[in-house]
């Protein structure tokens, strides 16, 4: 079973729609999607009301103090306080059984410290968007430094894009919560690798802009405080 966790749409900064999308998906050959829109489900309930023969996981990413996560499985948006906290949007995930994928950890500022003292169920630690390979060792080294299984997403933004990087499953016709238990217990091998230089060259501005404004320090973060 072949599947991409990590998909954006119109709904939120994605260029296509739901349709092309899932079209996409299966010229592909996939046979799981979760569509990630930032802050929103629309695009997986527009998902559900359309024809096609894919699985399609609930899921959305959130921005957090401490990196971007994915949330899978759960069919409503954390009514947390502004700006999310890390921790609090894991244990939120968690007490309503979804699973939580720390996305893409090599942009941005590491937080290895509260990563480490409060691990996500799953790090991407492939991103297809990715401007730079190398990030792809550092996804999969903070995997490792938390002892949870490593995952693989396209982060498209465009259906063409879609699969790109993908996780392959075992077994056939899994529903959405035989996915994510096995997403879970690392019962999966990554595929794929980067996108197209063009695709990474665009989302290679962001992540220099982020270079600029200093947001990639040394591996060490400032320690959580609860409030």
Known sequence: ???????????????????????????????????TDHDTLQGYWKALRLESRL?????????????HILILGVEELPRLRRPLIYEEVID??????????????AVGRLKLNRWRCHPPDVVEALNAAYPLRMMIRIGLKVAGELGVPAAAGSDAHR??????????LEGENLDV?????????????????????????????G?????????????????YRRP
């Open 207 to 223: 992540y220099i802009a982020s270079l600029i404004r200093g947001s990639l320090p040394p591996l060490r973060a400032k320690p």
């Open 177 to 205: 919560d035989d996915i994510l238990e096995a997403l879970r217990r690392g019962r999966h091998r990554i595929g794929g690798g980067v996108s197209p230089l063009p695709v990474r060259l665009r989302s290679g501005v």
């Open 1 to 35: 079973m072949l599947m991409d966790i990590h998909i954006h749409t119109v709904y939120s900064d994605g260029r296509d729609g739901v349709e092309r999308v899932l079209r996409a998906a299966e010229l592909k050959g996939l046979d799981a999607i979760a569509i």
């Open 92 to 105: 939120w995930s968690r007490e309503r059984g979804g699973l939580s994928i720390l996305a893409h950890p």
């Open 55 to 67: 699985t399609v996981i609930p899921g959305y990413e959130l921005k957090t103090d401490a990196g």
């Open 159 to 168: 259906a063409l894009d879609v699969g790109n990087a993908y996780m392959e």
